[in-house]
């Protein structure tokens, strides 16, 4: 049974930075491209970070320069490091395959905000 659990968010002052981690558990990651989505209030989820191992990643234009993903496929884990945070980064944050045609976890709460 493949799953996703999220963590590491909370709230975050605008310029400041949060870590999320995603570990997951059913499947093997470092065969899969993977990747960070978003969903902000009131707005469909969005990709904003993709891994696509060997050091291969791209981001989306709103967190370009800011955000960066990683991975430890030792501990099946991917991150996301938020850098100079913006209340527009609010949003639940999740992992998934890229296409996302695993089952999604719970996600991880962000909020910027001072």
């Known amino acids: 049974q493949v799953q996703f659990v999220e963590s590491g968010g909370g709230l975050g002052q605008p310029g400041g930075s949060l870590r999320l981690s995603c570990v997951a558990s059913?499947?093997?990651?470092?065969?899969?491209?993977v990747g960070w989505y978003r969903q902000a209030p009131g707005k469909q989820r969005e990709l904003v970070a993709v891994?696509?191992?060997?050091?291969?990643?791209s981001y989306a234009d709103s967190v370009e320069g800011r955000f960066t993903i990683s991975r430890d496929n030792a501990k099946n884990t991917v991150y996301l490091q938020m850098n100079s945070l913006k209340p527009e980064d609010t949003g639940v944050y999740y992992c998934?395959?890229?296409?996302?045609?695993?089952?999604w976890g719970q996600g991880t709460q962000v909020t910027v905000s001072s």
């Open positions: 059913g499947i093997m990651l470092r065969i899969y491209v």
């Open positions: 891994d696509g191992g060997g050091g291969d990643t």
């Open positions: 998934n395959r890229k296409p996302p045609t695993l089952p």
